[in-house]
């Protein structure tokens, strides 16, 4: 009997323009967002496709311009009535692709879908997901995820150091954003792979800058970027102007021009992301572009994908380190329950990483495992 499926799945309804907030209101006309009941047949699936339930989805400002795009170099866009698009974690329930067989779990665009038909040409990057030694399928998105991978290749490659190197320990780290997916995973490794001498991490709020702090106790020191005299103790806690070697920036705007200030000469940014303009362009301004001239400043700017080719070798140290305790499994996500109606908080979810909901990887979880 063939199967079907009475899906839901986010699409979007009205197109804003980059730089500005998406309208939130369900209710409004002018909403960005519209939720659909579709059903999906396996009758329907051609050769090489899949059809999948999903599991947990990865939320990441960078889908702001997945959906809206800035710049066509890096995402096309959607346009209104396509599904939002998102990676997330499934299961297979019908398939007519020998590698991805009923059963299995995978990583892949699942979109904001609780079900969803993949193409065979729209499973380039997706992939069986091993469960040996791992505890929970969530992990793909936290410590074996794609953010704990740019944290990998944001050392390996763009700060070009190497954990067997005695000229790569030692060194003093600014990481804004360092309560987030990326930053977290960020601060454990220079702690303990790079063995930093000093980590200032940047993040908003006191319960932030604890937990940031309690991932390294020894060589982080959190700053609050809420707090008043942020300038003033972000300044304090590097030790003064010139200080810093590594600045991995996920921020942008106002702290990365603080940064300037701080780094040593001849010394790296690493720009991973810029979350303060993603919804304020005149966050986007670089004002401190002076300091790149004089202190002869190398910013690289980094995209995921690029390091594709290499991510055997990024999950082979993360599976590696979990293992050695250098990575803390335990808080390397937020989840948050969007199971049965909550499905219909699905964008909410996803926004409140614009308004500091997570430590960690924030994850949707949209079935049961």
Excluded at 5 to 11: D, T
Excluded at 144 to 161: E, M, N, P, S
Excluded at 203 to 226: H, R, T, W
Excluded at 261 to 281: E, V
Aim: charged fraction near 20%.
């Amino acid at each position: 009997m063939s199967l079907s499926i009475n899906a839901k799945q986010w699409v979007l309804k009205t197109r804003t323009e980059p730089g500005h907030p998406f309208n939130m209101d369900s209710s409004s006309p002018e909403a960005s967002f519209e939720l659909k009941e579709l059903t999906l047949k396996e009758n329907s699936l051609q050769d090489g496709d899949i059809l999948i339930e999903t599991i947990y989805l990865s939320n990441d400002p960078a889908q702001k311009f997945w959906i809206i795009s800035a710049d066509k170099n890096y995402a096309a866009g959607v346009a209104p009535g396509e599904p939002i698009p998102a990676r997330g974690l499934g299961k297979v329930l019908a398939s007519n692709n020998d590698k991805f067989p009923v059963g299995a779990l995978i990583s892949a665009q699942t979109n904001w879908s609780t079900h969803t038909i993949i193409r065979k040409e729209q499973l380039g990057v997706a992939r069986v997901l091993p469960m040996e030694g791992v505890e929970h399928l969530w992990w793909y998105l936290s410590v074996l995820g794609g953010t704990a991978v740019t944290a990998y290749f944001i050392f390996y490659r763009y700060a070009d150091l190497q954990d067997c190197e005695p000229d790569s320990h030692g060194k003093t780290f600014l990481i804004s954003g360092a309560a987030g997916a990326v930053g977290s995973m960020c601060v454990q490794i220079a702690a303990n792979v790079f063995k930093a001498k000093k980590i200032i991490a940047i993040a908003g709020g006191p319960q932030k800058v604890k937990f940031v702090e309690s991932l390294a106790p020894s060589v982080v020191v959190g700053v609050d970027y809420k707090d008043p005299k942020f300038s003033e103790n972000l300044l304090k806690a590097a030790g003064g102007e010139n200080t810093v070697d590594y600045f991995i920036d996920n921020v942008g705007g106002k702290i990365l021009d603080l940064g300037c200030s701080l780094m040593k000469p001849q010394s790296t940014i690493i720009a991973c992301g810029s979350i303060s303009g993603y919804n304020d362009p005149s966050q986007l301004v670089f004002k401190n572009y002076v300091s790149v001239i004089t202190k002869r400043l190398t910013i690289k700017g980094l995209l995921l994908m690029d390091n594709y080719e290499k991510f055997p070798e990024a999950y082979a140290h993360l599976t590696q380190w979990i293992k050695d305790g250098k990575i803390d499994k335990d808080t390397s996500a937020t989840i948050v329950d969007a199971t049965s109606d909550k499905f219909n908080n699905v964008p909410a979810i996803w926004d409140g990483l614009f308004h500091g909901k997570n430590t960690g990887k924030l994850i949707t979880k949209v079935n049961e495992e």
